[in-house]
């Protein structure tokens, strides 16, 4: 049986008092939301944080959905034609 050792990066230093203040000053500004960033649904979080715990991972890959959602990946007849 072969041994496996884990190495852990250095941890990060710790923040700046400028890294601090740009923080600080971040906390007041609101989240702006745009075409390329919509808001999440109260249905997509639902589904995200059940996929994660079925799949014990914190990053849903097209290869999930795809086992998850078969249908979301068929393509209309019109479009295969096309």
Avoid: W
Wanted: net charge negative; charged share 35%.
């Amino acid at each position: 049986m072969a041994t496996v050792f884990y190495f852990l990066p250095n941890p990060p230093p710790p923040l700046t008092e400028e890294e601090k203040a740009e923080l600080a000053a971040l906390k007041d500004r609101p989240i702006v939301y745009d075409e390329e960033c919509p808001p999440t649904t109260k249905e997509e979080a639902d589904e995200a944080i059940y996929l994660m715990r079925k799949y014990k991972t914190r990053r849903i890959t097209k290869e999930i959905l795809m086992a998850e959602f078969p249908e979301r990946f068929q393509k209309h007849k019109s479009e295969a034609a096309g």
